[in-house]
């Protein structure tokens, strides 16, 4: 069953379209939720056609996504309240308190990863708000997060243009691992050095 490659080729039908920034917005919002494409899909092909853009598209795509990511930090905030007697049924009230000090002492760095790389940004959403990190670091390491990832995406297809892309969709993946292993690093070098 293909789910994937049809989602694909929808956002880049809507790409080229004349609400091509609302839909790109919308998307965005959902992506930062629920939807499993992100933005870049449309974000890279309508960079490439009007390129003096770049900024703008950007913009638009970070906002929305930030929006997004609030909508779901909503509601993991909703459904912990919803689900927390079943927590304590379950006897899982200590582990999630161990995972929320976690959460509480690397969220910023945990929301960030998720917004600058292929980690799902929808799944760290709702569980900032599940956790309870703070409102402002969230929105902090969303904006640094996703803005940094959108602005080096229509950044970079702006400067190289369609061989830029084809570079960036063979690497992409790799890219973001490695980012993910640097922050890793870096953070278990600072526990480490942590008296």
Do not use: N
């Amino acid at each position: 069953m293909r789910l994937f490659a049809p989602l694909y080729d929808t956002a880049l039908r809507l790409a080229g379209h004349r609400h091509a920034e609302r839909y790109m917005a919308a998307l965005s919002v959902a992506e930062s939720v629920i939807f499993p494409v992100p933005p870049d899909v449309m974000l890279a092909p309508m960079t490439l056609a009007r390129p003096s853009g770049w900024w703008r598209f950007a913009l638009i795509c970070t906002v929305a996504s930030v929006v997004g990511g609030l909508l779901g930090y909503a509601l993991g905030w909703l459904a912990l309240d919803a689900i927390w007697p079943l927590v304590e049924r379950l006897g899982k009230a200590e582990t999630f308190a161990e995972v929320s000090g976690l959460f509480q002492q690397y969220g910023f760095w945990i929301v960030f990863l998720a917004g600058f790389t292929p980690i799902p940004y929808k799944v760290f959403t709702i569980a900032a708000g599940a956790t309870g990190i703070g409102l402002l670091p969230f929105l902090l390491a969303s904006l640094v997060g996703r803005g940094g990832r959108f602005f080096l995406v229509t950044g970079l297809m702006a400067w190289g243009g369609a061989r830029m892309e084809k570079t960036l969709r063979r690497y992409v993946e790799a890219l973001g691992w490695v980012a993910v292993l640097l922050v890793v690093v870096g953070l278990a070098w600072w526990e480490w050095q942590r008296p």
